[in-house]
């Protein structure tokens, strides 16, 4: 009997062939297994009939840990007389199917311990085997094989060759193989030495020690890195060199007891650190390392994932700020040139090429749950399932924290975090993005979906592109993408959503940002949203958000501004004419971001915005441990949620409670002013569904609180898990609301 297979999912690169050799040889069948150019795996067995039934489950059951099934085709052949099994040269071919490869994933425990017990690989670098290492980050085209990868350059040693071919090695056909004798080298540029090899981690970490800031060069991008002690005086040099004053860098600690000196780590954050991705998690602080994360009550903290990274913990006893090598709203530096610039006293980099740049992935844990701030290295490019039809489309996402979608058969493939996209650059790695990931799976968009806002960048491409290709465009409105997206997650028909974010460009031409939708995924209905205000200076009151307490409270405000004249960038006249025009303002938001933005800066604790979310996320610090002291009801106008009495309120209580009590109070309204509308419309429309979207529902305190309220109302409560609340995750939504509009009109 022969049957023929083929296999589809994330079944290259992940040790599935040697794995489908291994178990046709041991049930004594003969045949072949290759790669094929669409990512999937074709296999032929012949041999008795049970002992194949056999096989398939086994190919079922007993797959590689990094291996996803997610379909096997299987239909039976005539017999040719195979003499034995074997694992042939791969093909271009591509029969159909989606598949791809993994992600890049952390070094493995058998990897760290060879880089102690093997001599050709004691101390070396870039240890690898089937189980781990880079993937996405090296790949050039399809199939996974050495010659179209960034490995190309670098020919086995016999060693490595044996191992290569020996079917009962780990690193059997592991296409990253290599060791001191044939893999890369790595360097140390320091003034005017140049240190090769083990030593250059050394002297690396020497210089670490002795305060100097070190250009790391990771699997997708560079680093800069500094010890960061109490005293924090190298971490203040490298925010002066990146020019961020207040942004909060990430750490990477030796291993978890490291992380517990400094913060607190909970079973599923301890999970999700020592997990193979070793994302960036968002820590509570225990200790305060000054610079780090100024005025903010958690760290960003990930573990060691290459080997370069577990050489240096050798000899550094300190947590690692490990920032992205970029200046604000560029795409992270992933070559020697661009690196060269950044101003770092060394520079430790291998000659081995990145092909595609990758940021590190950011997970929080709220209420036990796991939520995706940043989707990236470790999970890129794993698609997230779809329900709904076959047509190709390609979502172009927002404006800030940007990832494409690209939709096919059912599987959303979203691109890697790309950034802003005001620079040049930014959009230049866009536009590469989308190539590099539309080449590997094989795609050609059918139709092209993007934000409702006209002047946004990824609206202009979208536009391009539909025009260019003769393609219909679907213009999807932020809000609605939002809740949309945590819909498909879900696979939800209809749902109550609270779209609660910074800014989204309203169907009424509007600035949108706290809305209550009736939301089907094709289309959805406005049903109430926070209280219109003014926004002095438009989009300077991001920037300055003084200016959005002028615009919520007018001349009710002149006294309390007048005292911090000085924070506005025109000193008194600026404030004299904000306070006067405030009324009057053509642009005005329902935004809830812009709402925080204006409590914190009324409670002075950030009257100038240096990062995107700054204000609401230092009031959520400040907020921790608070009371609720106001004890305000619920406020409508019409369709409006009445928050400008919540500002009036705070003001008239400013000496009267803390700020920490008044922090909390500020979000406690917000949150059961929404939760309270929520539920009554989600009566209304007899809905079981509330979902919850956008970049504010990252605050701890309002989504818990809107949590509960829900549940105790008997509803359904919804938060988006596989993909960022934020707009990291909006081209999904564009993308789940286009394929929807399609499938009704046909």
């Not at 947590?319 to 970029?326: K, R, Y």
């Not at 990236?376 to 979502?395: E, H, Q, T, Y």
């Not at 609270?498 to 049903?527: N, P, Q, T, V």
């Amino acid at each position: 009997m022969l049957v023929k297979i083929k296999v589809n999912g994330i079944v290259q690169g992940v040790g599935f062939r040697p794995f489908v050799y291994r178990i046709a040889c041991r049930l004594g069948l003969t045949g072949y297994v290759l790669n094929l150019g669409d990512a999937g795996v074709e296999i032929e067995v012949e041999g008795e009939e049970d002992r194949i039934k056999e096989f398939i489950r086994l190919l079922r059951e007993k797959k590689p840990p990094l291996a996803r099934i997610d379909e096997i085709f299987v239909e039976r052949g005539e017999e040719k007389g195979y003499e034995k099994f074997e694992i042939r040269k791969s093909r271009d071919e591509k029969k159909g199917g989606i598949s791809i490869i993994p992600p890049d994933i952390s070094i493995c425990d058998e990897c760290i311990e060879d880089m102690e017990r093997q001599e050709r690989r004691r101390n070396y670098f870039f240890v690898t085997c089937t189980n781990c290492g880079p993937r996405f980050t090296i790949i050039k085209r399809l199939p996974y094989d050495r010659p179209n990868t960034t490995m190309d350059e670098f020919e086995m040693c016999e060693e490595c060759r044996k191992e290569y071919t020996d079917a009962l090695n780990r690193r059997y056909h592991a296409q990253t193989i290599a060791c001191k004798n044939c893999g890369p080298e790595i360097f140390l540029k320091y003034g005017n030495e140049k240190i090769r090899g083990e030593a250059a981690i050394w002297k690396a970490a020497e210089l670490l020690n002795d305060g100097n800031i070190i250009a790391i060069k990771g699997i997708g991008g560079y680093h800069l890195a500094c010890i960061a002690t109490e005293s924090g005086e190298t971490v203040a040099r490298l925010r002066s060199i990146l020019g961020r004053q207040q942004k909060p860098f990430a750490l990477m600690v030796k291993n978890v007891e490291m992380a517990r000196e400094i913060a607190y780590v909970g079973k599923e954050e301890e999970k999700i650190l020592c997990s193979y991705v070793k994302p960036i998690v968002l820590l509570n602080k225990r200790k305060e390392l000054k610079n780090v994360a100024p005025r903010l009550h958690n760290y960003g903290v990930m573990l060691p994932y290459t080997g370069t990274h577990i050489m240096l913990f050798k000899k550094v006893n300190y947590p690692l700020v490990m920032t992205s090598a970029n200046y604000p709203g560029m795409p992270i530096c992933h070559t020697e040139n661009e690196i060269e610039k950044m101003g770092a006293d060394a520079i430790l980099f291998y000659n081995r090429r990145i092909w595609q740049r990758c940021d590190d992935s950011i997970i929080r844990v709220i209420n036990g749950n796991a939520l995706m701030i940043r989707r990236s290295r470790g999970f890129v490019p794993m698609p997230v399932k779809m329900k709904g039809g076959k047509i190709n489309i390609l979502a172009t996402g927002a404006e800030e924290n940007v990832t494409a979608c690209l939709l096919k058969d059912r599987n959303a493939f979203l691109t890697q975090h790309l950034g802003h996209l005001q620079h040049m650059e930014t959009f230049e790695f866009f536009k590469e993005a989308i190539s590099h990931l539309s080449n590997l799976i094989n795609f050609e968009p059918h139709a092209v979906a993007c934000d409702l806002h006209p002047s946004f960048v990824t609206t202009k491409f979208a536009e391009e592109m539909a025009e260019e290709k003769e393609l219909p465009l679907f213009r999807i409105q932020h809000h609605h993408a939002h809740v949309a997206k945590a819909m498909a997650e879900y696979g939800l028909e209809k749902a109550i959503g609270i779209a609660i974010d910074g800014f989204g460009y309203g169907s009424d031409g509007m600035a949108w940002g706290g809305e209550i939708l009736y939301c089907d995924i094709a289309d959805f209905k406005r049903l109430a949203h926070l209280e219109y205000h003014a926004m002095p200076g438009g989009d300077a009151a991001t920037k300055y958000p003084l200016r959005m307490v002028a615009g919520i409270l007018g001349e009710y405000a002149g006294e309390f501004l007048m005292e911090r004249s000085n924070s506005f960038p025109h000193g008194e006249e600026e404030r004299e004419v904000e306070r006067k025009i405030a009324r009057k303002a053509g642009i005005k938001t329902s935004s809830c971001g812009r709402l925080l933005d204006a409590v914190a800066a009324m409670l002075d604790i950030c009257h100038v915005m240096e990062y995107e979310g700054e204000p609401a996320m230092k009031l959520e610090s400040l907020a921790r441990g608070g009371k609720n002291v106001l004890e305000m009801d619920v406020e409508r106008k019409g369709k409006e949620i009445v928050t400008g009495e919540l500002l009036k309120n705070i003001m008239e209580n400013l000496g009267r409670f803390s700020r920490k009590d008044l922090a909390y109070s500020a979000e406690y309204y917000i949150a059961e002013a929404l939760a309270t509308v929520a539920i009554e419309k989600a009566e209304e429309e007899g809905i079981k569904n509330i979902v919850i979207a956008g970049g504010c529902a990252y605050n701890e305190h309002i989504t818990t609180h809107i949590k509960e309220r829900v549940r105790e109302a008997g509803l359904n409560f919804f938060i988006n898990k596989q993909l960022p609340c934020g707009d990291g995750g909006i081209s999904f939504g564009q993308a789940a609301v286009a394929n929807e509009r399609i499938k009704n009109e046909q």
